[in-house]
């Protein structure tokens, strides 16, 4: 993975690291006429990453590994997940890069035969962003000079855009659960009042990881206060109530220590200015030849630290 770790890429592989949650994603997000030829129980994650250094501040890739239906050898399926806040119409150069990256990475691991690469360009944020293939880059570009770009495509899963009846449509009720927050995860009011009938409805279906990951990124984002939290927890089903509970206090105990640890900072800073002024005010009265003993009386200091000046 590239260097850039945020919460949305935490999520993502929290969930991916679930094979049956792999699974059904990938064939959610595959078209059907690439899914029908890829045989999913034999999906495994690869470790590493096909990300070039040049690319590790835009994207970072989680890999897979499938066997193809037809036994001609396997295909790896990478999810590259966008970190640019805004759309870029220069994408497909950089998916173009990282294809070329993966290629360049099976050769020096010596495989006999390449892998064909799938890439899943992964976006939900905020603003609208147009699929483009690289063709588009040299508007009018006479047909006989076309022959000279690279031609591959990629597959735009656009989560912001989908609709939810879609991705309810998925048989996974955890995956429904999840995409919705990722779809959502920038609209407060919608994941505050959504929390019990479209959020949680899957999670008992998840292991307890994939609840606590869930339920970590869904409070990251919603910035529940305890009072709405006790409002949601009614007519919870007792083990998601507890889970929910536990996992809340979890983070408002982080919290806690992170805002203690950040008041003994100041207090740490403000005594190291304070003392630092004492020594400049000690230094002062020294050379207009107050007597020691009377300086460091006077600013709370021992004789040693005035004499040291």
């Given amino acids: ?129 147009e699929y483009w293939t690289l063709d588009r880059l040299f508007d009018g570009l006479e047909a006989e000079l076309l022959g000279f770009l690279p031609n591959f495509d990629y597959i735009y899963a656009n989560l912001r855009d989908t609709p939810d009846g879609v991705i309810k449509a998925i048989e996974n009720r955890f995956l429904v659960s999840a995409l919705l927050l990722l779809k959502h995860a920038f609209e407060e009011l919608w994941l505050s009042q959504n929390f019990k009938d479209e959020l949680v409805a899957g999670l008992g279906d998840a292991s307890g990881v994939l609840q606590q990951a869930f339920l970590m990124y869904y409070f990251g984002r919603a910035k529940i206060t305890p009072g709405q939290l006790g409002e949601m927890l009614n007519d919870l089903p007792l083990p998601i109530r507890d889970t929910v509970m536990s996992t809340y206090d979890m983070i408002y105990d982080k919290g806690r220590k992170e805002e203690r640890a950040r008041a003994q900072r100041l207090i740490e800073q403000e005594r190291a200015k304070a003392y630092a002024e004492k020594l400049r005010s000690a230094l002062e009265f020294k050379k207009m030849g107050i007597p020691i003993a009377d300086i460091a009386k006077g600013l709370q200091l021992s004789v040693e630290e005035v004499e040291k000046l």
């Fill in 1 to 129: 993975m590239g260097k850039i770790i945020n919460a949305h890429d935490s999520f993502l592989r929290s969930l991916l690291a679930d094979k049956q949650v792999a699974i059904d994603y990938f064939r959610s997000a595959l078209p059907a006429h690439i899914a029908d030829k890829l045989d999913f129980s034999t999906l495994e994650p690869l470790s590493g990453t096909y990300v070039s250094k040049e690319l590790q501040t835009t994207i970072s890739d989680v890999v897979y590994t499938c066997q193809r239906r037809d036994g001609r050898g396997s295909v790896h399926i990478c999810l590259l997940v966008e970190h640019k806040s805004a759309p870029d119409k220069y994408t497909p150069v950089q998916i173009g890069g990282y294809l070329f990256s993966g290629y360049g990475q099976q050769i020096r691991q010596k495989h006999e035969q390449l892998s064909p690469i799938i890439p899943i360009l992964f976006y939900h944020g905020k603003q609208r962003w």
